[in-house]
């Protein structure tokens, strides 16, 4: 039997199970299963990574994609060394352990569709990225990687030298700033009432919203921005495009 499994604390609410699990059924795939191990403590990893000799790959959630990195004995250059968190871990054959981050390639893959079906080349947008924390990075990642100029908006501006304030969106910010992205949680499931403090009201028929939330799959921020004629993309495709990204690591 090839077990994988989610890491992370707590796991009340995993997607990585369901999909999987279902993944296998309707794929026929066999002798594999997806489990949910709780690890309150990462310093416990190593202790975990002995109790289950029979891992072949793991995914890593909240609040250890960052704590987690000096138990590896690798990085993938290109995504979780750059960005600073794994997600993803990846079992070699000598048995030692590579970190990954997939929500780079989900968001990365993701955005690079969505532009390519509305005819938009990357680089001659540029684009407001609402939130700083771990998700952003993966996503400050991807539009550096495409040419994508940014700014980070932030209630804590004075954290990073490319952020400003909510309040320092000025029509003329927003009018150059034909994408935003919400990389915040706001809005998630059950406070589906709240949104982004964005002045809706200067979002045009030319701007695109993103929000990584996925849960509700419209959020009062696309809502908002489709009530402006603006074109919307949810976090869903970015989530089922992460863990296909590392079924293939895992199986790669
Ligand atoms: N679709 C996917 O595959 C996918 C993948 C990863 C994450 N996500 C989603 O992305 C979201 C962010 O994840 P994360 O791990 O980066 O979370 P996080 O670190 O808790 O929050 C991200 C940032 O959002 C801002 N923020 C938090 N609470 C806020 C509030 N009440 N009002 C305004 N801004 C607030 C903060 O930035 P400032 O303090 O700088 O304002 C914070 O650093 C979550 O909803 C997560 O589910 C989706």
């Known amino acids: 039997m090839r077990v994988f499994a989610l890491i992370g604390y707590p796991l009340t609410h995993s997607f990585s199970k369901k999909y ?25 990893f190593p202790e975990l ?37 794994v997600n993803t871990i990846k079992f070699l054959p000598d048995g030692k352990l590579k970190g990954y981050n997939t929500d780079y390639y989900g968001f990365r893959i993701s955005l690079e569709k969505w532009l390519a079906d509305l005819t938009i080349i990357p680089s001659t947008l540029k684009a407001l990225v609402l939130g700083n924390g771990g998700a952003a990075k993966a996503v400050l990642a991807t539009l550096k990687d495409l040419h994508i ?61 993103y929000d990584l939330v996925y849960n509700p799959a419209e959020t009062l921020f696309l809502k908002k921005g489709k009530k402006q004629g603006a074109q919307t993309h949810n976090g869903l495709p970015m989530l089922q495009l992460q863990a296909e990204k590392a079924w293939e690591i895992w199986n790669s």
């Open 149 to 209: 100029d940014h700014k980070i908006v932030s209630r804590q501006p004075g954290n990073h030298e490319d952020a400003i304030s909510y309040d320092d969106l000025t029509a003329d910010i927003i009018a150059e700033h034909l994408l935003i992205i919400n990389t915040s949680p706001v809005g998630t499931y059950p406070k589906i009432e709240e949104c982004p403090a964005i002045p809706y009201a200067l979002v045009s028929q030319q701007h695109l919203l």
């Open 20 to 44: 999987f699990t279902e993944k296998f059924e309707n794929e026929g795939i066999e002798n594999s299963c997806y489990e949910l191990l709780e690890l309150p403590d990462y310093q416990n």
């Open 49 to 85: 990574i002995k109790a289950h000799s029979d891992l072949s790959g793991l995914n890593v959630t909240i609040p250890h994609k960052q704590n987690i990195i000096p138990f590896l004995d690798e990085l993938d250059a290109a995504s979780a060394e750059r960005i600073g968190a």
